[in-house]
Structures are given as C-alpha cells and as structure tokens.
C-alpha cells in the first residue's frame, strides 16, 4: 500500500488535521478534510459563541498547546464550568439470549481496569495503551459526529430524545430509525458487580418487560433510569438497588467527582456510524447508567453498522483516557464550542509516547508508576525567561529560612528558634494520635535501650566503675525527658557514642595517674563544656552548619551505619568465641537414683534439662552448668531471623496480600514482631543464650558515691578547676560536630519537614542537659545518628491512596514529642520492667543493631554510588547525577569520599587516635573545601548538595527539554506506514516509570511534545505535511 494511501487509511481523509490561518474576520478554526469543522449547535444555546475571538492579526499559527492554555485561562462565570474529579465508565452494547443490553466492560479513576475475558473480575489497574488509529478515528467523529454542550436533560430518556433529534435535524440519523436508536440507548445496564447477585436479575427484568413498549421486534430491557418518568418513587429505589451491591467501590471515588460515561455498541439498523459527545449542564444521576451512585456529566454516544465492534471498543477507550487525562478533562469542562475539544485533543497528541510495534508486547499491562509529575506545565503558557538569580543571595535566603545565618545580636538564633517552633508546640502532641507513634516508640525503646546497657557496661570498665549501667539508664531519662519537652527537633534521639566513651576513658586514666578525684574534675570539666556551648549558642554558632554539605554529612552517617552492622556482626562472634560449637566432652551425665532395677543406659539418653525430672541423679564435673554447644549457633539464628523478618515486614506494605491497613500495622510494627517473635522461638526450644541484663535497683552502682557530685575535693589542687577548660574544649568539639551532623541529617529537605529547625534551640538544651548530668555523675548523651535516622523513617507519612493503581506519595515525618519522650520514659522504668526484660536474648537485639544499620543506608546517594561502581553501565539506576556528570567524575568523587570515609574508620579503630575523631570531621569540611579545585561548580552542586532528588529531576529535565522537544505532526508523518503502533496515554514524564517497570530495557520511548515548539517550527512542521 502507498505512503499516503496507508495515511489515509488510518486518519479517514486524506490530510492530517492541521491549523491552518484564516480570514481577519473570523476566528481561527480546526479545518479538516470533511469541510464542516462546527456540528448543529444544540438549539437551547442559540448556537451563541461565548468564546473570545482571536483572528490572524493575534495569531499567524497556534499551536494546541496555546489554545488550550487560552481555555484553561479564561474566567468561569459561573459554577457550571468547574472541573470536579471523573470516574469514567465503557458499556458495549451486547446479546445475551434474545435480550440486549449495555454490559460495563473498563472503568477509569486514573488507571484503566477491564473486565477480564472469560472472568468475573477487574483486571489490575494499568496505564492505558491505545492504538494511534483509535485516536485519530475518535478525532475524526469529534469533527464530523454531533457535540451537544450544556444539554439540560434530567434523566436518560430526556436525553435520548435530545440527542436524536439533534442527529435527525443534523441528516445524520434516517428519521425511520430514530425510535430504533432511542430505544437501543434505553437498554438495561449491566455491572460488573451484579453478576454475583444474578438471582435477583429476574425479577427485575420482569418488571421491566411489562413496561416494554418498544417499537422494536426484538424483547430488549428497559433501563431504570427510562422507568422514572412513570414511577419516580420506585425508580429512585430501584436505582439505589442497583448501586447497593458496589458502594465500597465509592471509597475509592475522590469526593465531589462526577461520571462520564461511554456507550458504544454496533445495531443491525445503522448503515452508517453515529457519534455523539453531551455534556450535560447539571450533572445527574441517570438510574442504572453508572456502576455507582455518581451524577453523570459527559455522555459519549458511539453506534454503528455490524462488524466494527472491536474497532468501537478501541475508540470508547480512547474517549474514557482522553477524560482521565488532567487536561482534556478540563478543557472539556471549559468548552464551549467543538473546536475547543479539538484544541484539547490536539495537545493530548502532542504530549503522548510512542512505543514501536516491533520493540514491546502490546498485550503487557503497564504498571501504574510510583509518582506522577505535576501537569501544570501543560496548563500555563510558557514563562519568560528569568532574570539570572543571585546564588549568594539565593543561598543566604535559604540559610534564613532555616535559622542558619547570623543574626548580629546575642542569643538571636535562639530566640528565633524560640519564635519558630512555639506556634508547632500543642500540634507536637495533637499530631501523635496515631498508632504509628504507638509503634516507633516500642520500636526505638529497645533499639535505644540495648546500646544504653552496652554502653554501661563498657563505661564501668573504663571509668572504674564510677559509670555503669545504671548512670546510663538515669541519663537516658534525665536527658531524654528534657530533651522530649524543650528541644526544638524532638525527633532527634539522644544516645551514647563512642567517641564520648574515649573521652572518657582518657579523663579518668589521667585522673589516675595525677591522683585525682575523678568525679569530681569531671564534674568541672562538664561545666566548662556547658558554658562554652552556651556561648556557642550566644554567638550563633550553629550558623556554621551551612557549611556541613552531603559530602561530609554522608561520611558521618555511613560511617556510624556501618559501625553498627560491624559491631552487631562482632558481638555474635564473641558469642562464638565464649561459647565454641565444638567444646570437646560434656562430663555430666544422668544416672538412675539408687534402689532403682533401671541401668545407667537407660538413664543416659535424658538431656541435662529432663534428668532430674525423671529421678535422676547428675554426674560429674560439668553438671554445674548446662550444655553450651548450641549457644552460638542460637544467637546466629535469633540475629539472622530478626533482622530478616523486620526487613520483609517493614516492606509489607507495599504487599499484594491483605488490605491496606493492616498491611501498614504490619509494616510499622514490623521490628516489634520480630523481637516477640524470635523471642518466643529462643523460650521455647529452651537454648541458654545470652539475655539482657537490666539492673534491678535504683541506686549507683559504686556504694561510695552518690547521686550529686561534690565540686571540690582534697585530692584536686585548687587549680584543677581552670586546666579543665582544655578538655572541655576538645569534649565541645566532639558533642557539637556530634549533634550538629545529626541534625543536619534529620533536617533533610528529603524529609519534607514542615515545623521547621531549631539548631540554637538543641544546643542551648544540650548544654543544660550536660550541666544536669556533671552535677548527678551521668554519662553525656547527645545526637545518636543511626537511632534518630531510624526514629524518622519510623514516622514517615505516605498518602493514602483512593484510586486503583495509585502509588502512595511521601508527604513527610509525624513531626511530635511524644515519642521521644515515651522512649525515655520507658526507659527510665526499665528497672521496674526487669523480670519481663531478661527474657530477651541478647542476639535479638544485636539483629535489630544490624536492621538499623542497614536501614540507615537506604536513600544515602555516597553508598548509592558505591554500589554504581560495581555495576556494567546498562545496569546502573537512572539517578539524576548519571545524567549530567560524566561516569568518571561520579567515580573520582565517590573514590576521594570513600577514601575520606577509610581514614575516619582508621582513626576510631586505635584508642590512641580515636579522640581525634571529632576534628577529623571539621577537616573533611576543609577536604569539602578543596575539591573546589578538581570539580566544576556545576558538578560539585549536582553531587553534594542536599535537594530533593524529584526537585533535582524536574531541574535537569527542564534543561535539557528544548532537545529533547519536537513537533508532533513532523513525528506523526513516518507512523503513516500501518496502525500497529500503539500510544502510550499518560502525562508526559512518566518515560522513566515506565520504561523501568513494565518494557523494560528493550523498547525506546519517543518523546512527541510539542507544547513549546514556536511559530516557525510548527509552520515548516505544516508545510512537509501538505507535501
């Protein structure tokens, strides 16, 4: 077949639609092969044209994009024009027996569902594929068939009328097949719901035959919706009887919305096809027309000859996408002549994908993709081009926003933090009503009190005792509760660290050689790191943050996370080590008690556990204690076990089993379950393994101290209290760099948090709560970095979604204090809980440790691009940093950060330079510094900045879319060679989403929008074609 010949066969003329400039006098017009490009207007308008008029003096050629901007943009004068949400509905005309009827065969939200073939049941939702050919097709009959705009129709029969008579004065319609038509659109509707309640169908359909007049030689059903004008009072409750058996499928509809239902079908009395598109001017429920009780406002009419069923059905889905679609549904709204729903289908073209035939299965079903951009663009014209915005200005304004610039008075960060967050105060209660809190805070309960108890541990070790478990259990309350109530980012957890543990270790090892009070000098040196952090606050100091970026933020961060994995990985190997699987010979044995006729053989089969149950006797010099080969081999499986079950049912969420809520009860408790459950499995194969030892009585732990530390002593010279400064300068460093990252970190722009920061605010707490813990001899606690990561992935927000396939968004954190202060809270009463505490194994809680390192690392770009490097490049993600940096770049930079990350690694590891961890941090921001000099601007802000990477995605989409934009029409020419291909109908966008999830890496996607293609472009597009 011809090029051209092949065109025609495909749009039914022998042009492509084109725009086309003309007469001054006259507004611009759709021209098309027919001739005709305005139907009969619908006689209660007056064929009036409320449209402003543009001639050819305003615009030489207009792109779609423009006029439907122009519809978009004009005023609504009045309420009939509000665009509300659509649910669209298909019914195919079908035979069933000797009876014809509408049956519901696909359904819209925003996805497509079909009934399935053979099945009683909606397919999944899916992103609609239609055939290019359906769309110029359903072009061609908004052209030539019949638009009727604002009819006034109160139920189906009024409206049946209207539209036949339009059609029979347009010469559309053989008037001896008019009641023939009216009578084929009146049929009974059948849903997809009701074929489980198939044994009331009779019924209904006698009542319905006895009002059968119809002129028709066939036995068809009458609709409901026909039956109100005789009986309004039955039809109303036959009505809400058909719409009973589905209203949970209403849950799903957006409130307000409305229907717009499309009924095609082929009758043995047409020889031609008929077309119709009404828009009502109220919307109204019409009986039976909808699957549930929705006021319908748009009605699309499609009837013709046998035989082009399968072409119609193709046709009716490329009306109900085109209604789904943001745009051309408002724009059908806003019409007010047939041009304008041309204009919208015209941009609808230019913003569709195009997947070749021969590269993709047609029969796939695209999944629905995670997120949709924003179709705003669509909407408004194109901006001018901005003025270059100052980065210095822009930076300093952000730095504002945040609290991180100077304010040149004393204490002016504070009490802007102060004014900031006062208003968020009540809400940070109000806003913990949810069981999700209730789940975070049992979670981070016991990932907060085994570090604490570990933590106290080694603390006796090394402080001789003056610290142990107990301090560290009272600090936790004293600083967690006062950090809960007054901090400005309560979702900051407070914890141990170790670098605090060095500093301590190295405090009292200096004590002991001097032959000084350790307490005491301690005591001095917290107060000096309290003044000089009060001062820091003073002179906002925490302004300095600004200058923590990704580069050094993410090295803290990784490093802590991977700390926790090695330490969690490291404590079940000394189980290992205390407890080998091969010991040599048990000598313990079960012997038969004495005057028993039973042989030792007999007796030595029961275990250690049964012996003395059955009468026995214990021999031999192990016997004092059980059995131990199986410890180690417990503790690997109760660490492995937890940390896989809380991985798996954190995801749960995101399942295709149960509903919703309780996979998202399931997903927030997710950690809860693993511990009770691998908790229960150690208790009842009765394995003696490792288990938390909490103290029991509350009191310190070395009896010759007390709860208040004494500020002077005979041991200390007089002098001590002056030389303390020195290390409290270093100890200010380390807490500050400590808790200022971690803030940073919980601060993300990612987080979408809403209540703003409080850095002055958190550190002027800080230092009070380091005041408090010098004066009662308590360990310090600041900023726990892995515990506060995990606290906000705990609270995280996601939308809840109503229509099917659509993805839930992220919206931010459940920013409150509640759970932080129920934490601590509960821990302080840990001593209270210690009979129900020591049945948790302790390889339960180190399977939590490596969850949470784990879990940290998710969303860390410096692991992503780690993992990238081990990665063939067809393989790696589509992360927006691969699309404008160069591979090599991205790897040299990763390279310097993982090269930075080994070192700080090496310097914690030795106890002689562990104590200059903290200022190894404040030199990586001068490392931060000089990669100035070996990467552009543009590359160091594209790696190390802290944007969100949607943000950043619509940014460097933006840029390079002026090449990646070509004309529509210049696109379509080359397609004219068959109809096999096939459009992808979604906003454009969504390429990504769908070339990931549902093609794969096979099919290229062609872009077509033209929505910014100027003047002269589109003229040389228009001219090729005319050729």
């Known amino acids: 077949?011809?090029?051209?010949?092949?065109?025609?066969?495909?749009?039914?003329?022998?042009?492509?639609?084109?725009?086309?400039?003309?007469?001054?006098?006259?507004?611009?017009?759709?021209?098309?092969?027919?001739?005709?490009?305005?139907?009969?207007?619908?006689?209660?308008?007056?064929?009036?044209?409320?449209?402003?008029?543009?001639?050819?003096?305003?615009?030489?050629?207009?792109?779609?994009?423009?006029?439907?901007?122009?519809?978009?943009?004009?005023?609504?004068?009045?309420?009939?024009?509000?665009?509300?949400?659509?649910?669209?509905?298909?019914?195919?005309?079908?035979?069933?027996?000797?009876?014809?009827?509408?049956?519901?065969?696909?359904?819209?939200?925003?996805?497509?569902?079909?009934?399935?073939?053979?099945?009683?049941?909606?397919?999944?939702?899916?992103?609609?594929?239609?055939?290019?050919?359906?769309?110029?097709?359903?072009?061609?009959?908004?052209?030539?068939?019949?638009?009727?705009?604002?009819?006034?129709?109160?139920?189906?029969?009024?409206?049946?009328?209207?539209?036949?008579?339009?059609?029979?004065?347009?010469?559309?319609?053989?008037?001896?097949?008019?009641?023939?038509?009216?009578?084929?659109?009146?049929?009974?509707?059948?849903?997809?719901?009701?074929?489980?309640?198939?044994?009331?169908?009779?019924?209904?359909?006698?009542?319905?035959?006895?009002?059968?007049?119809?002129?028709?030689?066939?036995?068809?059903?009458?609709?409901?919706?026909?039956?109100?004008?005789?009986?309004?009072?039955?039809?109303?409750?036959?009505?809400?009887?058909?719409?009973?058996?589905?209203?949970?499928?209403?849950?799903?509809?957006?409130?307000?919305?409305e229907a717009s239902n499309i009924l095609v079908g082929e009758v043995d009395f047409l020889e031609r096809t008929l077309s119709c598109f009404v828009r009502l001017s109220q919307a109204v429920v019409l009986g039976d027309l909808t699957e549930v009780p929705v006021p319908t406002r748009f009605v699309f009419i499609l009837l013709g000859p046998p035989g082009s069923q399968s072409n119609f059905h193709e046709i009716g889905r490329a009306m109900a996408t085109l209604m789904s679609d943001e745009i051309f549904h408002e724009v059908a709204y806003r019409a007010r002549k047939r041009d304008h729903l041309l204009s919208g289908v015209d941009e609808f073209l230019d913003a569709v994908t195009v997947l070749p035939p021969g590269e993709w299965d047609p029969t796939i079903r695209i999944e629905p993709p995670a997120a949709i951009p924003s179709q705003e663009v669509r909407k408004r014209p194109p901006e001018l081009p901005k003025e270059e915005v100052d980065e210095e200005e822009e930076e300093a304004r952000l730095r504002e926003e945040n609290g991180l610039s100077r304010t040149g008075r004393l204490f002016g960060g504070l009490i802007n933090d102060i004014k900031r967050k006062a208003p968020w105060y009540i809400s940070d209660y109000k806003d913990a009503l949810s069981m999700q809190c209730v789940a975070s805070w049992i979670f981070l309960y016991f990932a907060c009190l085994s570090p604490i108890i570990t933590f106290g541990g080694l603390l006796s070790e090394a402080t001789g005792k003056h610290m142990a478990a107990m301090e560290s259990?009272?600090?936790?309350?004293?600083?967690?509760?006062?950090?809960?109530?007054?901090?400005?980012?309560?979702?900051?957890?407070?914890?141990?660290?170790?670098?605090?543990?060095?500093?301590?270790?190295?405090?009292?090892?200096?004590?002991?050689?001097?032959?000084?009070?350790?307490?005491?000098?301690?005591?001095?040196?917290?107060?000096?790191?309290?003044?000089?952090?009060?001062?820091?606050?003073?002179?906002?100091?925490?302004?300095?943050?600004?200058?923590?970026?990704?580069?050094?933020?993410?090295?803290?961060?990784?490093?802590?996370?991977?700390?926790?994995?090695?330490?969690?990985?490291?404590?079940?190997?000394?189980?290992?080590?205390?407890?080998?699987?091969?010991?040599?010979?048990?000598?313990?044995?079960?012997?038969?008690?004495?005057?028993?006729?039973?042989?030792?053989?007999?007796?030595?089969?029961?275990?250690?556990?049964?012996?003395?149950?059955?009468?026995?006797?214990?021999?031999?010099?192990?016997?004092?204690?059980?059995?131990?080969?199986?410890?180690?081999?417990?503790?690997?499986?109760?660490?492995?076990?937890?940390?896989?079950?809380?991985t798996v049912l954190k995801d749960f969420k995101n399942a295709l089993f149960f509903p919703s809520i309780v996979r998202q009860y399931i997903s927030d408790f997710s950690v809860l379950i693993a511990i009770f459950a691998m908790s229960f499995f150690d208790y009842s194969l009765g394995v003696p393994t490792q288990k938390l030892e909490v103290p029991n009585e509350l009191k310190p732990t070395l009896s010759t101290r007390g709860w208040l530390i004494p500020p002077f002593s005979e041991k200390n010279p007089w002098w001590s209290p002056i030389i303390a400064v020195f290390p409290a300068l270093l100890g200010t460093i380390l807490i500050f760099m400590d808790q200022q990252i971690t803030a940073v970190i919980v601060n993300r722009k990612e987080n979408k948090l809403k209540k703003g920061c409080g850095y002055h605010l958190d550190l002027f707490i800080l230092s009070i709560l380091i005041a408090i813990c010098s004066l009662m001899g308590l360990p310090w606690f600041v900023a726990a970095t892995v515990l506060s990561i995990n606290h906000v992935n705990s609270l995280k927000l996601e939308s809840e979604c109503s229509a099917p396939g659509e993805k839930p968004q992220f919206l931010g954190v459940r920013e409150q204090r509640v759970t932080h202060i129920l934490i601590f809270l509960t821990i302080g009463g840990s001593v209270l809980l210690t009979p129900l505490l020591g049945h948790i194994p302790m390889p339960v809680l180190f399977g939590v440790f490596l969850y949470m390192g784990v879990a940290s690392l998710k969303g860390l770009q410096f692991f992503d691009r780690i993992l990238i490097m081990f990665m063939p490049a067809k393989y790696q993600p589509d992360y927006m940093f691969l699309r404008q940096v160069p591979i090599k770049r991205v790897h040299l930079f990763t390279i310097i950060q993982l090269a930075c990350l080994i070192i700080l690694w090496l310097i914690k590891s030795f106890s002689n330079t562990s104590i200059l961890f903290p200022l190894m941090l404040v030199v990586m921001i001068g490392i931060r510094k000089a990669l100035d000099l070996v990467f552009t601007r543009r590359e160091l802000k594209i790696l190390d900045d802290i944007m969100p990477e949607m943000t950043k995605r619509a940014a460097a989409d933006d840029l390079h879319k002026l090449d990646a934009e070509v004309g529509l029409l210049a696109r379509i020419f080359p397609w004219g060679r068959g109809s096999r291909g096939r459009v992808v109908t979604k906003p454009p966008g969504l390429d990504g989403g769908l070339a990931g999830e549902a093609v794969g890496p096979g099919p290229g996607l062609i872009s077509c929008t033209t929505s910014n293609a100027n003047e002269k472009e589109f003229e040389a597009q228009s001219s090729l074609l005319k050729k």
Not at 191 to 196: P, S, V
């Open 1 to 257: 077949m011809p090029q051209q010949a092949q065109l025609k066969h495909i749009h039914g003329h022998g042009r492509l639609p084109r725009v086309i400039a003309t007469d001054s006098s006259r507004p611009w017009t759709m021209n098309s092969s027919s001739g005709d490009d305005e139907a009969p207007k619908d006689p209660r308008t007056g064929g009036e044209d409320f449209t402003q008029q543009f001639t050819e003096n305003d615009f030489e050629v207009t792109p779609p994009a423009q006029r439907v901007q122009f519809i978009l943009g004009e005023d609504v004068d009045d309420g009939t024009h509000v665009s509300h949400p659509l649910f669209s509905e298909m019914g195919m005309l079908v035979k069933e027996g000797d009876e014809i009827e509408w049956k519901e065969t696909a359904r819209w939200i925003k996805f497509e569902e079909d009934v399935e073939e053979g099945g009683n049941r909606w397919s999944k939702p899916h992103v609609a594929t239609l055939s290019l050919h359906s769309l110029f097709e359903l072009r061609r009959l908004l052209v030539n068939g019949s638009v009727m705009l604002d009819m006034e129709a109160h139920n189906l029969e009024v409206m049946a009328d209207l539209v036949c008579d339009h059609m029979v004065s347009a010469g559309t319609l053989p008037p001896g097949v008019k009641d023939k038509v009216k009578d084929a659109l009146l049929r009974r509707h059948r849903h997809q719901h009701e074929i489980a309640k198939k044994s009331r169908l009779p019924i209904i359909r006698s009542l319905a035959d006895m009002r059968n007049h119809s002129s028709s030689k066939k036995d068809m059903v009458k609709s409901p919706s026909n039956q109100s004008m005789a009986r309004p009072g039955s039809a109303t409750e036959l009505s809400e009887q058909q719409h009973k058996g589905n209203t949970h499928f209403m849950r799903k509809i957006p409130p307000g919305a």
């Open 473 to 646: 259990l009272v600090s936790g309350f004293v600083c967690g509760m006062g950090y809960g109530f007054f901090s400005g980012q309560p979702l900051t957890i407070l914890g141990s660290t170790g670098p605090v543990l060095v500093f301590e270790s190295i405090i009292y090892e200096f004590c002991l050689k001097m032959g000084w009070e350790y307490m005491t000098f301690r005591f001095w040196i917290g107060m000096w790191v309290a003044g000089i952090c009060i001062v820091l606050t003073a002179i906002d100091a925490s302004a300095l943050v600004c200058y923590i970026t990704r580069f050094t933020e993410e090295n803290f961060a990784t490093l802590i996370a991977f700390i926790f994995i090695y330490k969690a990985i490291e404590n079940v190997m000394v189980i290992g080590k205390n407890f080998p699987v091969n010991q040599g010979i048990y000598d313990c044995i079960c012997t038969p008690p004495l005057g028993s006729n039973a042989s030792v053989i007999d007796y030595a089969k029961y275990n250690w556990n049964y012996c003395e149950s059955y009468n026995g006797t214990l021999v031999g010099k192990d016997c004092g204690k059980p059995p131990t080969e199986n410890v180690f081999l417990m503790s690997v499986v109760l660490c492995t076990g937890t940390f896989i079950i809380s």
